[in-house]
């Protein structure tokens, strides 16, 4: 390829917003490659352990919701689903994150919050919402008197997509059981759903989050048997980058203030 055309398709990537050199689909560069042909095994004895891993961790996405629901029905705790999802080698994101993030906050809050994905303050210290766009999650909650003493908060994925991109609707489906059995665990009295995608998800729907946001919503765990009251709120980091719409965003909290007052 000539220089010039190399420089165009370039510029085309970085108007287009291209700008990490990443795959959707996490590649272990640290996998030890075989020195030499592996003999043909004719013996029906247990492979090596680093073949076990990663033949878990490439399995097909719908074995790997099956595995997912089958662990998530079993977790009869928050520490065993915690147990579960961060032994659960079935989500390629793993493979790329530092930490399982599964939750913070309080697990007898009346309140449960569910965010999209950790980023990269999470994925460094293993906790939901640390980061930047966290704080100012805190501040919008404290300001109708719910610091994170008084709600539990954790997300949609439990590992950090690579450069923050979007979740897929692989991923979702892959990680969906754990949190449905999580919200089944904790049995708010609301869920709020943070973000377009956590309400996209959760509520099966395609409307973007200016459409679902500030209504009320019920949301049914398959692993409980009652409805749960559900608000929809702009992602915090989607505020930061448009101020203007916090004005909608205190709307939406005093709605949640009110019902949990009344
Ligand atoms: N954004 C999210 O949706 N979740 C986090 O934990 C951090 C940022």
């Known amino acids: 390829m000539r220089p010039e055309e190399a420089r165009s398709i370039l510029e085309w990537y970085i108007e287009a917003g291209v700008d990490e050199c990443i795959e959707n689909t996490p590649q272990n560069r640290f996998a030890p490659t075989p020195v030499a042909p592996e003999p043909v095994n004719t013996s029906p004895s247990t492979p090596p352990a680093d073949r ?3 033949m ?3 399995a097909s996405p719908s074995a790997a919701i099956v595995k997912a629901k089958e662990l998530a029905e079993a977790a009869n705790s928050l520490d065993e689903l915690r147990k579960a999802v961060e032994a659960f080698d079935g989500c390629t994101l793993k493979k790329t994150a530092t930490h399982t993030v599964f939750a913070d906050g309080n697990p007898e809050a009346e309140v449960m919050l569910v965010g999209e994905a950790p980023g990269a303050e999470e994925d460094r210290q293993g906790i939901p919402f640390c980061g930047a766009s966290g704080q100012l999650l805190d501040k919008m909650f404290e300001a109708i ?11 949609t994925l439990f590992w950090r997509p690579p450069g923050n991109r979007q979740p897929t609707p692989e991923e979702l489906a892959i990680c969906r059981p754990f949190v449905e059995k999580h919200i089944a665990l904790i049995k708010p009295k609301i869920l709020v759903l943070v973000g377009g995608t956590a ?5 099966e729907t395609s409307t ?22 559900t608000f929809v709120i ?22 949640i203030e009110a019902f949990l007052n009344h």
Do not use: C
Not at 214 to 229: L, N, W
Not at 238 to 249: E, G, H, N, S, V
């Open 145 to 155: 008197d719910l610091p994170r003493s008084k709600f539990y908060i954790s997300n």
């Open 234 to 255: 702009f992602h915090p980091s989607y505020l930061l980058r448009q101020p203007a719409q916090k004005r909608l965003a205190w709307q939406d909290l005093q709605e």
């Open 52 to 54: 076990v891993v990663s």
């Open 199 to 203: 309400a996209k998800s959760l509520l």
């Open 208 to 229: 973007g989050i200016t459409r679902l946001r500030g209504k009320q919503y019920s949301y049914r765990s398959p692993y409980h048997d009652a409805d749960i009251p």
């Open 56 to 58: 878990t961790l490439t």
